[in-house]
Nanobody
Framework: QVQLVESGGGLVQPGGSLRLSCAAS????????MGWYRQAPGKQRELVAT???????NYAASVKGRFTISRDNAKNTVYLQMNSLKPEDTAVYHC???????????????WGQGTQVTVSS
């Protein structure tokens, strides 16, 4: 069993910044890819950014240049630094991790409950 717990969401004015964190715990041998996704009211969940275990990153076009994803493998934690926030960034942000619970098995996707980010004046 793996738990992902997000933190750092909140209300911020347009142009402001927030830093999200997501810590994984439980039965973890290693974590492969990690990422952030978001879901706005009435919309489908969409990819925001991903990062591999070696630090290769990928971003949605809408956040490239404004958001930065990073991870601390020793802490099983992924971060999302969000700058120059816009009202359209308002959503529930979920973290995802591809977790290997053992050294011999495959990876399983795990999701956090989400943290609300609201960008409004």
């Amino acid at each position: 069993q793996v738990q992902l717990v997000e933190s750092g969401g909140g209300l911020v004015q347009p142009g402001g910044s927030l830093r999200l964190s997501c810590a994984a715990s439980g039965r973890i041998f290693r974590i492969a890819g990690m990422g952030w996704y978001r879901q706005a009211p009435g919309k489908q969940r969409e990819l925001v950014a991903t990062i591999t275990s070696t630090g290769v990153t990928n971003y949605a076009a809408s956040v490239k240049g404004r958001f930065t994803i990073s991870r601390d493998n020793a802490k099983n934690t992924v971060y999302l630094q969000m700058n120059s926030l816009k009202p359209e960034d308002t959503a529930v942000y979920h973290c995802n991790a591809e977790v290997h619970p053992t050294s011999w098995g495959g990876a399983y996707p795990s999701w956090g409950q989400g943290t609300q980010v609201t960008v409004s004046s």
